[in-house]
């Protein structure tokens, strides 16, 4: 009785949505209000098994677009964004109702405590900040992000098959957009030039998109041992794959991808040898001692670019000899916001400006000397650097956590990675970890963790590495990781 009334309340609620849509859609002719069927089933998905609604979120995240409605502060990407607000709702509600789906193993984690503390600075910044309407969007975007991207893979990634199952639904849409971008940079004829046009509006500029797939690349790599024994079709599909994705990021033309990959095996070596440990403090040194030789005197001033020399290359190989020569625009441009950042941080250094507060704020602090062709900054992007952003926006509170967590992540992987016996696991690892020090390097010379593509790879890779550290103890103890 009780399932025949379920099932005609499911029947009523479902018609009551199509003919809805169908009156809304005559009426206003708006496309978007036939999304509101697929929205109606995917809640019910939820319901039902919101498991399954996870995977189906995350296979959207590599092909998701973002669409702008009138202006950048009113912009939206579909279909990742309007799930993870379902997503971010459905979780408070199980937390609610049963605060230990979160186990008391995770809130100790010393990674989940950084973040907690990292999140608590973004809150501080955004109260004192001198745009709070941006601060605040831009606090919902990280809270949303955070939930379903750190917070929810705890209740996801139970076994192998979880792992395994996440990596092809990742790979399958990703692997998509690859392919439709260099078939449209082709027709352009694969110029340097035309590597921002070749997007086709699947990422927001080549950067972002040469960041997303040489984070995800380590996976493939390690996807590669893991394949022994498959059959040697497995085999022949894998190597395709990555040549795929080899070409992917050359003709991204972005240099930071390539720099990534590099510094990602150097982790993974150094993990093997267990001197991981020795890599972000000496790393940190190197960027300390730059820094105290150039800010003394002025030592910085003696780089000031040749501003009629300095403009945008259209070949790759001469915007490669230009950044070595110091003459290329987007370095030189690097150097104009990195110094201007330094100089705003002393006028907040506890709280920043706020989140998304630099665009407006930092040209008064710029030194003129380093101005460039693009230093009108006519797309609003900021300072081209994590640390610095962090620095100038939340103070440097928030961007020592940071620095802090990214040393923390590889001490924590080696740990796993030696305490582990089972070889998937141990491979996983040093996987999960290659992942995050691509997206490091990329974001040192950018800000893109809080974009939704790169944050996929960046916090879910961290949740990961939290439930394996309790499964490579739970081995270490007898008993059975599964």
């Known amino acids: 009785m009780i399932a025949t009334l379920r099932n005609n309340l499911f029947n009523l609620a479902a018609f009551s949505v199509l003919f809805a849509t169908i009156i809304l859609f005559a009426y206003t002719g708006n496309y978007f209000i036939l999304a509101a069927p697929i929205v109606f089933l995917y809640v019910v998905l939820m319901g039902v098994n919101w498991k399954a609604a996870y995977w189906i979120f995350l296979f959207t995240i590599p092909a ?5 409605f009138s202006n950048d502060s009113m912009a939206i990407t579909l279909p990742d964004q309007p799930i993870m607000w379902l997503l971010l709702m459905m979780s408070t509600l199980v937390f609610a109702r049963d605060p230990e789906s979160l186990p008391k193993w995770w809130w100790r984690d010393p990674l989940v405590f950084i973040t907690v503390l990292q999140y608590i600075c973004t809150i501080i910044a955004v109260i004192f900040s001198k745009m709070l309407f941006f601060s605040t969007k831009f606090l919902l975007a990280k809270t949303w992000l955070l939930v379903c ?3 929810m893979p705890i209740w996801i990634f139970k076994e192998k098959k979880d792992f395994i199952k996440a990596f092809y639904i ?5 692997l998509i957009t690859i392919m439709v971008i260099l078939v449209h940079h082709a027709i352009l004829g694969f110029r340097f030039e035309k590597v921002q046009k070749s997007m086709s509006g699947l990422y927001y500029n080549h950067v972002d998109y040469s960041t997303v797939i040489s984070m995800f690349f380590p996976l493939l790599v390690i996807a590669w041992p893991l394949s022994k024994g498959k059959g040697i079709l497995r085999k022949i599909l894998l190597g395709t794959i990555i040549l795929i994705f080899i070409a992917g990021i050359t003709f991204a033309y972005a240099r930071a991808a390539v720099v990534g990959i590099v510094f990602a095996i150097v982790i993974g070596l150094a993990m093997r040898a267990k001197l991981v440990n020795l890599i972000m403090p000496g790393f940190y040194a190197l960027i300390l001692a730059a820094f105290l030789y150039m800010v003394p005197n002025n030592k910085y001033l003696e780089f000031r670019p040749d501003y009629n020399q300095t403009y945008m290359h259209k070949n790759f190989t001469d915007h490669l000899i230009a ?5 290329d625009m987007s370095s030189m441009e690097r150097l104009y916001r990195w110094i201007a950042a330094v100089r705003m941080s002393n006028d907040r250094p506890l709280t920043g400006y706020g989140p998304r507060a630099f665009y407006y704020y930092y040209k008064p602090y710029a030194v003129t000397s380093f101005q460039t062709y693009v230093s009108r900054n006519k797309e609003h992007s900021t300072t081209h650097n ?9 103070g440097w509170p928030a961007m020592i956590l940071y620095a802090i967590l990214i040393a923390a992540i590889f001490a924590k992987a080696q740990r796993i990675y030696h305490r582990f016996q089972d070889r998937f696991y141990r491979l996983c690892t040093i996987g999960l970890a290659m992942v995050i020090a691509v997206g490091f390097i990329n974001n040192f010379f950018s800000e893109l963790i809080e974009t939704h593509k790169v944050a996929a790879l960046f916090f879910i890779p961290i949740a990961m590495l939290i439930i394996l550290d309790k499964k490579s103890k739970d081995e270490q103890e007898g008993l059975p990781v599964v």
């Open 64 to 68: 998701s677009v973002q669409i702008n």
């Open 149 to 151: 991207y750190f917070v």
């Open 170 to 174: 990742l790979l399958i849409p990703m």
């Open 323 to 327: 950044t070595f020569r110091g003459k």
């Open 386 to 394: 994590y640390f610095l952003y962090m620095l100038v926006e939340q």
